[in-house]
């Protein structure tokens, strides 16, 4: 499974950005899927999860109420929607498959990473 993430870039603080996951197989769409990121000098830390259906959602207390995790089975796609963005967001976001049909917060939870998108909120 090949992971795609695309819709990173410059924003000021307060804007908003939608990230975008493309899987290259039928796979995903019965796993859970999440998102993590890194910023520089800092460990990798979760960012939100879902379901195989979209049934379920988790997020990382810092990320409740601005950002909104979605997916399209029917597409392979799994979407971050970022709103109210702060500087300390900036990190590169990745997405990942889990083993399982529910996301997690555990990245050890997840077999398949993207390559990353590049996420920069200014002040």
């Known amino acids: 499974v090949q992971l795609q993430a695309c819709g990173g870039g410059l924003v000021q603080a307060g804007g908003s950005l939608r990230l975008s996951c493309a899987a290259s197989?039928?796979?995903?769409?019965?796993?859970?899927v999440g998102w993590f990121r890194q910023a520089p000098g800092k460990e990798r830390e979760f960012v939100a999860s879902?379901?195989?259906?979209?049934?379920?959602?988790n997020y990382a207390e810092s990320m409740k109420g601005r950002f909104t995790i979605s997916r399209d089975r029917t597409q392979n796609k799994v979407y971050l929607q970022m709103n109210s963005l702060k500087p300390e967001d900036t990190a590169v976001y990745y997405c990942?498959?889990?083993?399982?049909?529910?996301?997690?917060?555990?990245?050890?939870?997840?077999?398949?990473w993207g390559q990353g998108t590049l996420v920069t909120v200014s002040s």
């Open positions: 990942a498959v889990s083993r399982y049909a529910y996301g997690s917060s555990q990245a050890a939870n997840y077999q398949y």
């Open positions: 197989a039928r796979t995903s769409s019965n796993n859970g």
């Open positions: 879902i379901s195989w259906n979209g049934g379920a959602t």
